[in-house]
């Protein structure tokens, strides 16, 4: 199991020596203070520690030595106190490999009119020392967020929150390992991609696994487990009356639930984080594993269909940004198209892979024939998502270079599908159906997604900050004109930026 709270943020506070030894102490006492407060603050999900005031340049750079090599370090919050030369800072951020969060705060809420002098004046100067800090990192051209507010301010805290989420689940894709049982469906383009760049910039490794060890760990799992592992599916889920004992169907459930220990044990094995499959190499395997692939996702494990690793890393990343949040997080496909006016909306689904985390009832466990693949009838968990609003994002290759791409959708009332016995949401991309879907096709988007309810359109903006990635929004204010100038302008940016 993931715990979050095993990582920490460091809370570094800039100060210097101008102002004596008791201005010092009080700096001191103050990080100690804010950064106390962040770390039980329940909404923000890593502990954070208070570090020594950085007051000179060869203790900033030791500090951001340390954070780069501490494991359990995922960034760290630079906050200036008291004006902080930013000169000092230079040697330390050029080697910060870490995220960093610039927090504007300001110990002292409101200003004291009546008493206000110049002791309160050498202890709260934020306000000019977080703008030279801020300088030299423009200067630097440093990618980083700027998090401005009162640090007892809840919406200060939960600003910090959502970037540590981030910031985690970016530390989390430094040594994420996809496995692909299989290639790319043949001939696809915009599931596949640069595999070398993809490790260089997000820290995605993928590699091949041949089918045959899945069978091999199949033929490993003893029916005792697979018995046992029919009990849970028993427990958690509707089964259809084919799928239960002595149904015609039971064997396909059973053989599913050996599929399933068997891919599991297998990734854990390797240290996977997330896997690919596709339905035309499944030599030896009974059926496309659609029930364990769903399950697996629930557990944290990234998907991504016919061989879509770019797609099953952002399933992972999202997932762990989203650990301990309520809502959940899904695998999806654009499957079909509603028009309905004003509700026009997209299906969204798969032939089976979808994760049962976003369902909002008790799904049920079916078995259908699939008439792809050429296999045994494969078992499949079905059931309607949640309404409510989240974001679909993807990562596609542009040749020279990743773009995200970033959707808010709103998935609205689905109805039942009783002859498409799939997992599925309904969805209508903002700004409206029409401006959104021609904006994703715009900017080359995948029919894979990875959608989350519980994620921002800001976290995956972070995300790919910090990966120094292209990111375009499509929301409630894209318009067509300016979203296409906006992919040609990026063209223009990344061309120059490449030569830097
Ligand atoms: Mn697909």
Redesign the pocket.
């Known amino acids: 199991m993931i715990a979050l709270n095993q990582l920490e943020v460091w809370l570094v506070t800039g100060s210097q020596h101008l102002y004596g030894q008791k201005t010092l102490d009080q700096v001191a006492s103050h990080s100690k203070e804010i950064a106390a407060v962040f770390d039980a603050a329940s909404e923000i999900p890593v502990r954070v520690v208070c570090k020594p005031t950085g007051t000179g340049s060869s203790e900033i750079h030791k500090i951001c030595k340390d954070a780069n090599s501490a494991k359990n370090c995922i960034g760290i919050i630079t906050w200036m106190h008291t004006f902080s030369p930013a000169k000092m800072w230079i040697h330390g951020l050029q080697e910060l490999r870490k995220p960093l969060l610039h927090l504007h705060t300001q110990y002292n809420k409101e200003i004291p009119w009546d008493d206000i002098d110049m002791d309160f004046m050498n202890l709260n100067q934020s306000a000019h020392g977080d703008r030279e800090f801020g300088h030299i990192m423009a200067r630097m051209r440093m990618n980083r967020k700027v998090v401005v507010g009162h640090w007892q301010d809840p919406k200060t805290v939960s600003n910090i929150a959502g970037w540590t989420r981030v910031a985690a689940a970016w530390a989390d894709s430094q040594d994420m390992l996809i496995v692909r049982f299989g290639d790319q469906m043949n001939n696809v383009a915009v599931t596949d991609g640069d595999k070398v760049e993809a490790e260089r910039v997000f820290g995605y490794h993928v590699d091949y696994c041949p089918i045959s060890e899945l069978v091999k760990a199949q033929d490993e799992v003893t029916n005792f487990d697979v018995a046992e592992l029919v009990k849970v599916y028993e427990s958690e889920y509707d089964l259809a009356d084919n799928c239960r004992e002595g149904g015609k169907d039971r064997g396909q459930i059973v053989m599913a639930a050996r599929i399933e220990i068997a891919l599991r044990r297998l990734l854990e094995a390797k240290g996977a984080k997330a896997f690919t499959t596709n339905f035309d190499d499944l030599e030896g395997i009974d059926q496309l594993p659609g029930l364990a692939s769903q399950r697996l996702m629930a557990e944290g494990y990234g998907f991504g269909?016919?061989g879509?690793w770019k797609t099953a890393a952002l399933c992972r990343t999202m997932w762990y940004m989203g650990i301990g949040l309520p809502n959940g997080c899904s695998f999806l496909?654009d499957y079909t198209l509603n028009f309905d006016g004003e509700n026009s909306s997209i299906l969204q689904a798969?032939?089976l892979e979808v994760c049962p985390l976003i369902a909002d009832h008790k799904p049920k466990l079916e078995v259908h024939p699939l008439g792809i693949g050429g296999k045994n009838d494969p078992a499949r968990l079905v059931f309607t998502s949640k309404k409510g609003s989240g974001v679909a994002a993807t990562i596609i290759d542009m040749g020279s270079r990743f773009r995200m791409i970033i959707n808010r959708v709103d998935c609205i009332e689905s109805k039942a599908l009783p002859k498409l016995p799939v997992a599925s949401a309904l969805w209508i991309p903002q700004p409206n159906f029409e401006i959104g879907a021609a904006a994703w096709i715009l900017a080359g988007g995948t029919?894979?997604t990875s959608f989350s309810y519980d994620l921002t359109v800001e976290n995956l903006l972070d995300f790919a900050e910090m990966a120094g990635v292209e990111a375009v929004v499509i929301d409630e204010d894209t318009t067509i004109p300016e979203f296409k100038k906006e992919l040609k302008w990026n063209d223009l940016y990344y061309h120059l930026a490449k030569g830097l």
């Open positions: 269909a016919e879509d496909e798969h032939m029919h894979h």
